[in-house]
């Protein structure tokens, strides 16, 4: 097996698919690291089934909080994608940019280069867009990303609701207009999951120059300060990859700052107390943990139309059979068709809170309520509350100590307690009155501001877009780890690349920003000039 390339990337996930492509396609030799396995399972790739992936320690890390303060002291599972394709295949397959502000916010905060204008032209070479013609859309990139078609009748009852409240509808909340109720854009291509292995990896090791390698990144090495390659462990056996020009980490942004310590950069005195010899004092790695978090609220349907009549032992093998037979029915769909991107205040800059509409009540893990039933899941898009992750041991097996000091901000309750009142308001519009039952989750009870906080407490999940942790921004900024050309700053011959590096969560999923990071990496890694800035971006 091959043991020396030119680039080395650790982690065959979102970006880091997507640069090893772009590497390779330009020439040089590449091995891509991966610790988890093959992706060929019908549960990674039926989309319908999304719920098993990202609960299988077969094709998830397992990772989980430390227990967090504000939610009286509860776990929360943080999922990242232990296969090749990595999150991109265990995901819920939404695509969804992130609104243009958010860019030029990462410019502001010292990412030169990566406002709205100069990133957009990834976002089009990125994909092939199924949803028509638009100058703002790419049509011949590897990434497919089609439309919702929105049959189930709960989805008309939800984009009417919308109108009926007073909300705007947005014909591609990805293209000139987020804010408002319209269709849901996925990651789906002809009824299967179209993760980052079948766009990018694939094509990548269908080259003679790219290889794939099984094995569990242990440190980055090096001479001097220059880095060198990368140390992995295949079961007992160790060895080490050598790289000619870089070491690529796009292992997430849980394992990505993990590794950056294990290999000596970070905090001098978190590592120590590990052990571990300090290489670049970078006191922001691990840093400014960001996420998303949701809740559900659920109703019940007076009429047997939802996917309820689905959610049983016979109903799930029939879904399975048409898809396995057909690649179509119930089971080619990630059943979020609908979406809706809403200021919390008409005083906000732009959309705060992000809507996914399902026309069931059912949760992350799979577990239903009994009955037919919908729900929408709801959550601010820009909370102030920051964590971290930490080292929890030197030992490269260990998982890492991860604290997103979730909830700790006032803003947050105050901004969950409106998510709340405009989901009831939505609900209560004529357009749900035929099927419109009683309110599941929170329940009509639940109104006054300790109640509310209480279920918010009890029951708000992550939406899992966890980022930040090896934030982007100038070299003189003592808190930044990379500087916009995504260099880890102090060091020689190591980049990032990955949602970790993200200065600020946008507005949305992040597998479209995280696929986009690996696009305009590769550019700065091959020394190209940056494709003119889109002035339609404006």
Same mark, same amino acid.
């Given at each position: 097996?091959?043991?020396?390339?030119?680039?080395?990337?650790?982690?065959?996930?979102?970006?880091?698919?997507?640069?090893?492509?772009?590497?390779?396609?330009?020439?040089?030799?590449?091995?891509?690291?991966?610790?988890?396995?093959?992706?060929?399972?019908?549960?990674?790739?039926?989309p319908?089934?999304?719920?098993?992936?990202?609960?299988?320690?077969?094709y998830?890390?397992?990772?989980?909080?430390?227990p967090?303060?504000?939610?009286?002291?509860?776990?929360?599972?943080?999922?990242?994608?232990?296969?090749?394709?990595?999150?991109?295949?265990?995901?819920?397959?939404?695509?969804?940019?992130g609104?243009?502000?958010?860019?030029?916010?990462?410019?502001?905060?010292?990412?030169?280069?990566?406002?709205?204008?100069?990133?957009?032209?990834?976002?089009?070479?990125?994909?092939?867009?199924?949803?028509g013609?638009?100058?703002?859309?790419?049509?011949?990139?590897?990434?497919?990303?089609?439309?919702?078609?929105?049959?189930?009748?709960?989805?008309?009852?939800?984009?009417?609701?919308?109108?009926?409240? +007073?909300?705007?509808?947005?014909?591609?909340?990805?293209?000139?207009?987020?804010?408002?109720?319209?269709?849901?854009?996925?990651?789906?291509?002809?009824?299967?999951?179209?993760?980052?292995?079948q766009?990018?990896?694939?094509?990548?090791?269908?080259?003679?120059?790219?290889?794939?390698?099984?094995?569990?990144?242990?440190?980055?090495?090096?001479?001097?300060?220059?880095?060198?390659?990368?140390?992995?462990a295949?079961?007992?056996?160790?060895?080490?990859l050598?790289?000619?020009?870089?070491?690529?980490?796009?292992?997430?942004?849980?394992?990505?700052?993990?590794?950056?310590?294990?290999?000596?950069? +970070? #905090?001098?005195?978190?590592?120590?107390?590990h052990?571990?010899?300090?290489?670049?004092?970078?006191?922001?790695?691990?840093?400014?943990?960001?996420?998303?978090?949701?809740?559900?609220?659920?109703?019940?349907?007076?009429?047997?139309?939802?996917?309820?009549?689905?959610?049983?032992?016979?109903?799930?093998?029939?879904?399975?059979?048409?898809?396995?037979?057909?690649?179509?029915?119930?089971?080619a769909?990630?059943?979020?068709?609908?979406?809706?991107?809403?200021?919390?205040?008409?005083s906000?800059?732009?959309?705060?809170?992000?809507?996914?509409?399902?026309?069931?009540?059912?949760r992350?893990?799979?577990?239903?309520?009994?009955?037919?039933?919908?729900?929408?899941?709801?959550?601010?898009?820009?909370?102030q509350?920051?964590?971290?992750?930490?080292?929890?041991?030197? #030992?490269?097996?260990?998982?890492?100590?991860?604290?997103?000091?979730?909830?700790?901000?006032?803003?947050?309750?105050?901004?969950?307690?409106?998510?709340?009142?405009?989901?009831?308001?939505?609900?209560?519009?004529q357009?749900?009155?035929?099927?419109?039952?009683?309110?599941?989750?929170?329940?009509?009870?639940?109104?006054?501001?300790?109640?509310?906080?209480?279920?918010?407490?009890?029951?708000?999940?992550?939406?899992?877009?966890?980022?930040?942790?090896?934030?982007?921004?100038?070299?003189s900024?003592?808190?930044?780890?990379?500087?916009?050309?995504?260099?880890?700053?102090?060091?020689?011959?190591?980049?990032?690349? #990955?949602?970790?590096?993200?200065?600020?969560?946008?507005?949305g999923?992040?597998?479209?920003?995280?696929?986009?990071?690996?696009?305009?990496?590769?550019?700065?890694?091959?020394?190209?000039?940056?494709?003119?800035?889109?002035?339609?971006?404006?």
């Amino acid at each position: 097996m091959k043991d020396i390339a030119d680039y080395i990337v650790v982690g065959a996930g979102s970006a880091g698919a997507a640069i090893a492509f772009r590497l390779a396609e330009a020439g040089h030799e590449v091995i891509v690291v991966e610790h988890g396995g093959g992706d060929r399972s019908p549960l990674i790739r039926m989309p319908g089934a999304l719920s098993y992936p990202m609960n299988m320690r077969r094709y998830d890390w397992g990772f989980a909080t430390d227990p967090e303060p504000h939610l009286g002291g509860r776990r929360l599972p943080v999922p990242r994608g232990k296969v090749i394709g990595g999150s991109s295949s265990i995901n819920g397959m939404v695509f969804v940019r992130g609104n243009p502000v958010d860019f030029d916010h990462w410019s502001h905060m010292g990412a030169d280069g990566w406002d709205h204008a100069s990133v957009l032209p990834y976002f089009k070479r990125m994909e092939t867009w199924h949803g028509g013609s638009s100058d703002l859309r790419g049509t011949d990139g590897p990434l497919h990303v089609t439309r919702a078609d929105r049959s189930n009748p709960l989805h008309a009852m939800f984009r009417e609701a919308g109108r009926q409240a +007073g909300h705007p509808a947005t014909d591609d909340y990805n293209g000139a207009q987020q804010d408002g109720f319209g269709a849901m854009e996925r990651t789906i291509w002809r009824g299967t999951r179209w993760s980052t292995a079948q766009a990018y990896l694939r094509p990548a090791l269908a080259m003679p120059n790219c290889t794939l390698r099984r094995g569990l990144a242990l440190r980055v090495t090096f001479e001097g300060d220059r880095a060198t390659g990368l140390e992995i462990a295949q079961g007992r056996r160790r060895s080490v990859l050598n790289a000619r020009r870089e070491v690529i980490v796009a292992a997430s942004s849980i394992n990505s700052p993990k590794l950056l310590m294990l290999s000596g950069i +970070g #905090d001098e005195r978190h590592l120590r107390d590990h052990g571990i010899d300090v290489r670049a004092h970078r006191p922001g790695v691990g840093r400014n943990l960001q996420d998303h978090l949701e809740l559900y609220l659920q109703m019940e349907s007076r009429k047997p139309i939802s996917l309820y009549s689905h959610w049983n032992l016979f109903g799930k093998a029939r879904v399975g059979l048409e898809w396995l037979l057909t690649g179509g029915g119930i089971g080619a769909s990630n059943q979020f068709d609908s979406a809706a991107f809403l200021r919390s205040d008409p005083s906000k800059a732009y959309p705060d809170l992000q809507y996914h509409f399902l026309p069931l009540a059912v949760r992350y893990d799979g577990k239903a309520a009994k009955g037919h039933g919908f729900q929408a899941h709801v959550g601010p898009m820009r909370s102030q509350s920051r964590g971290a992750v930490r080292l929890a041991s030197s #030992d490269p097996a260990a998982a890492p100590s991860i604290r997103f000091n979730y909830m700790s901000h006032d803003d947050d309750w105050k901004d969950f307690r409106r998510a709340i009142e405009m989901t009831r308001d939505i609900f209560a519009q004529q357009a749900f009155d035929d099927v419109r039952g009683a309110e599941l989750q929170p329940g009509s009870h639940v109104r006054s501001k300790e109640d509310l906080d209480d279920f918010i407490r009890e029951h708000v999940e992550s939406a899992y877009h966890p980022c930040g942790t090896c934030r982007m921004g100038r070299a003189s900024d003592p808190d930044a780890v990379v500087d916009p050309e995504t260099r880890v700053i102090g060091v020689e011959n190591l980049r990032v690349v #990955d949602s970790s590096i993200f200065p600020r969560i946008p507005n949305g999923n992040l597998n479209a920003p995280s696929i986009m990071t690996g696009e305009k990496a590769a550019d700065h890694v091959l020394g190209l000039a940056r494709p003119v800035r889109d002035e339609l971006a404006a």
